[in-house]
């Protein structure tokens, strides 16, 4: 696990202002927002495909930047074409590979050449378009760039995808959190099992992992106190069902919070943002909508 404290010179003051990186004739952003504080990298892994790891993981990230109004970082780490820039309407100029590939950069400010810009105010690192990388000769990449992004971001979100493999575990191991992203199915429930036993295997401790169940309200399924039965585990987060709010944000590349959309589902997002950030569940949602026009919903 990868922690540290940043310090910056505004004196006890909470300073959201961007200070410079210089670089030969090029400077680079470079964020501070207090005097001191933890940063702190968050992964999010499936248990299969189409689980809706990456639409957690990018609503994740935005409702974190959005609570916080500190720098946030997304990175797609998935091995081949990655979702998160599709997500948010992105088309990146430069990949996760770019990075890796040029890693004679070394100085952190250079990484942000590489990460795309999102108006809710996200710094998107994209996957590649190769189908065989990120590959295991790029874990030290990966480990390199990862930190690079610590030391420039309050919070680093990984879309691990739903394979454990090197890279992955990798970013597992550089976590604060992992979120194991479920739904609640035999297929998936099975699986947990075993990539919870398989997560801790590469060092990752027990305390650090988190069961998100998505889709926990879709007719038929099993409810939360019997998974939790046959599991022998707590579901620390559930989240419900809806397709049509959550393809709606996509094709609009915007997150969920930016949509006029069912309280409750805007809530339960908002909750995870706030565990992982270490704020309370104040029961109220605010979205992010032109604030002459704002909807709070007090649930």
Known sequence: MFQHLQMCNCQGS?????????????AFSF???????????VSYLGTKGGTGTTTLAVNGAADIRRLTNKPTAIVDL???????????????????????????????????????????????LAAGDEFSRP???????IEQILRSLNALYDFVIVDVGNSLNACGAMALQLSEMVMLVANPDVPCLRNLQRLIDAVRLTGVSGERLKIVLNRASEFGVLSTAQIERVLGLAIDFSVNSDYRTVASA??????????RA??????????????????????VVTLDHD?????????
């Not at 001191?36 to 990298?41: A, F, K, N, P, Q």
């Not at 339960?268 to 569940?281: S, V």
């Open 262 to 283: 069912p309280a409750e589902l805007h809530h339960q997002l908002d909750a995870i943002a706030r565990a992982i950030c270490g704020l309370p569940d104040s029961g």
């Open 291 to 299: 604030p002459a026009t704002a909807i709070r919903h007090q649930l």
């Open 78 to 124: 998935r091995t081949g074409p990655g979702d998160v820039a599709l997500f948010l309407g992105l088309r990146p100029r430069y990949t996760v590979l770019h990075a890796i590939d040029q890693l004679a950069w070394m100085d952190h400010g250079a990484l942000f050449k590489y990460l795309g810009h999102h108006e809710c105010g996200l710094h998107v």
């Open 250 to 259: 996509v094709n609009s590349g915007v997150p969920v919070s930016a949509l």
């Open 31 to 41: 964020w501070h927002t207090g005097c001191v504080y933890r940063v702190m990298i």
């Open 14 to 26: 909470t300073c959201a202002a961007p200070a410079a990186i210089r670089k030969g004739n090029v």
């Open 135 to 141: 590959a295991p000769r790029d874990v030290e990449a």
